[in-house]
């Protein structure tokens, strides 16, 4: 039994390219698989100084709050799936963390 090849190449140079960018802007593979195609990607969350921030919400009487907690939920660990479906379409989903 022969194996079918769902991709075309120009579907997976796309793939491809999704991917450099990704890579590009901070993220590094987890897992890769090229007979279905797809990549998990995983991005570390940044350092942020919490001494600082402390001072800005005393600063400002607590309304810096706001800003530090929006920091602390947008800058944790992102891990997303990238792949190709048998339509050639590349798409992105976000993992669920641990």
Known sequence: MGSYQFTTEKDFAKFQQTLSKKIRNGFI???K?????Y???SKEKKQIDSSFHLALVLATLGLWSVVWIY????LRKKQILVALDEDGN???E?????
Do not use: A, G, R, T
Not at 71 to 74: A, G, V
Not at 94 to 98: M, R, T, Y
């Open 29 to 31: 593979v987890v897992e």
């Open 39 to 41: 990549v998990v990607l």
């Open 33 to 37: 698989n090229d007979k279905l195609p």
């Open 94 to 98: 976000k993992c669920l963390s641990k």
């Open 71 to 74: 920091l602390l939920i947008s």
């Open 90 to 92: 590349v798409f992105e």
